[in-house]
């Protein structure tokens, strides 16, 4: 039984008219850096790495006339063309594949019959036809390792592919890392990260693609002019704001179930539809002087008032979703797709005029003396990727147990982590 076969670029060279009859495998050509020592004896070693190695598929075809022979012989050159493409070799049970290049084809004929030896360039390291997935998960605290057990005869190049879900803060720059220690290995991207970034970072083929999430501004709260309140005295505190310049502060000078800090008759509507994404807010809750804290509500309208047309969400979790707060800043995160809390009349949420962001107490004897609120904003994630932009070096596997560790400068983060690899044979 012949326990050999190729497939070059999806085409099968053992099948019905063609038959492999050996295959020889090259070692890669191992190239080293080395220099003298100017002031003793003997060489140090600096780096070693790999080049090409040679990959040569002896075989034959088979014809009943000699112009049958010829028309099998052309479609097998013409399938042998292509530069860096799939070579899988098959020797026994064992699968490789390489990515490979013809680099040159002999033939001879003898009537009907036709042997051949082609021989392709390939890269370094042989791989594995299925991958190998890696074990991450939700990373939710700073420097956080997994560790994988890595099998093959080479270290391997991972694909990983990271969401990063929430953060806090989401408005500065900051950063988040992979690293291998062991071999002192290390990528980082710094950026202002959103709720719903995408990272992939391709080792294989060294590049890093984000899918960012869009930002809309709705305001930056660092003035307080525009804004209005029903149940309490409004200000700018610059003191205690999470972004920019300020933030409007709300005072309650007596009791009641609301504390609200409202926005009327913008003179440009904002889109808060079902599909734009998700609206983001850090509010300020204080200790009530009386009452208990129940909710935030975030009432949107179309008109110049919210007395028609308007709809609102009831919320009760931070963005994480622990409970609220007090004495703290709370950063409230909607998915503008989940149905309102109740509707009257009929909104035109594309074309929103007028919102209030309220505190809700658990009865009309809740009272605040210093709510904030800041920087308001629609985020979305992108569906079209662009090139993003790393410090350091894409991070291998080495064999055995690996460690990968992942660091940022975030307060609080969820990062969804996925990845894969595949075995590298030497």
Wanted: one cysteine or more; glycine letters at 6%; charged letters at 20%.
């Amino acid at each position: 039984m012949n326990n050999y076969n190729a497939i070059f670029n999806n085409f099968d060279l053992k099948n019905t008219n063609y038959h492999v009859t050996k295959i020889d495998v090259s070692s890669p050509k191992p190239k080293v850096n080395k220099y003298e020592l100017a002031r003793g004896d003997g060489q140090v070693i600096s780096y070693q790495n790999y080049g090409e190695r040679l990959v040569t598929v002896t075989g034959s075809l088979k014809a009943t006339t000699i112009d049958e022979m010829h028309d099998r012989l052309d479609v097998l050159k013409q399938n042998l063309v292509g530069i860096n493409e799939t070579l899988d070799v098959y020797i026994g049970s064992k699968k490789r594949r390489y990515l490979a290049t013809m680099d040159s084809f002999n033939y001879t004929t003898a009537g009907y019959f036709c042997e051949y030896e082609v021989v392709f360039t390939c890269d370094a390291f042989a791989k594995e036809l299925t991958e190998s997935t890696l074990t991450f998960g939700t990373y939710t605290a700073n420097n956080t390792s997994y560790s994988n057990t890595i099998t093959g005869s080479y270290k391997a190049e991972p694909y990983i592919d990271f969401t990063v879900t929430n953060c806090i803060s989401y408005i500065d720059a900051k950063y988040i890392q992979i690293k291998n220690a062991s071999l002192n290995q290390r990528i980082r991207f710094t950026k202002t990260w959103t709720f719903g970034d995408r990272v992939i970072v391709d080792g294989p083929n060294k590049t890093c693609t984000i899918y960012p999430s869009t930002r809309t501004v709705i305001d930056n709260m660092d003035s307080a002019t525009g804004w209005t309140s029903g149940t309490a005295t409004l200000s700018l505190d610059e003191t205690n704001e999470i972004e920019g310049t300020g933030a409007v502060k709300a005072v309650q000078a007596s009791a009641g179930q609301f504390c609200d800090i409202s926005r009327l008759n913008y003179a440009t509507t904002i889109d808060l539809s079902s599909t734009i994404g998700t609206i983001l807010f850090p509010i300020f809750i204080p200790t009530p002087t009386a009452g208990t804290v129940a909710s935030v509500r975030l009432t949107a309208g179309s008109d110049a008032t919210l007395a028609t047309n308007s709809l609102y969400w009831t919320i009760t979790t931070e963005y994480d979703g622990s409970g609220l707060n007090t004495n703290a800043w709370n950063y409230i995160k909607l998915d503008l797709s989940t149905a309102a809390t109740a509707t009257t009349g009929s909104p035109v949420r594309t074309a929103i005029k007028s919102f209030t962001i309220a505190v809700v107490g658990t009865a009309a004897t809740m009272q605040l003396n210093g709510a904030l609120l800041d920087y308001i904003a629609v985020y979305k994630a992108s569906v079209v990727g662009e090139t993003l932009d790393f410090e350091g070096t894409f991070p291998d596997l080495n064999l055995g147990t690996c460690a990968l560790t992942v660091e940022d400068e975030f307060t609080a983060r969820s990062i969804v982590i996925t990845g894969n690899y595949y075995k590298r044979w030497l």
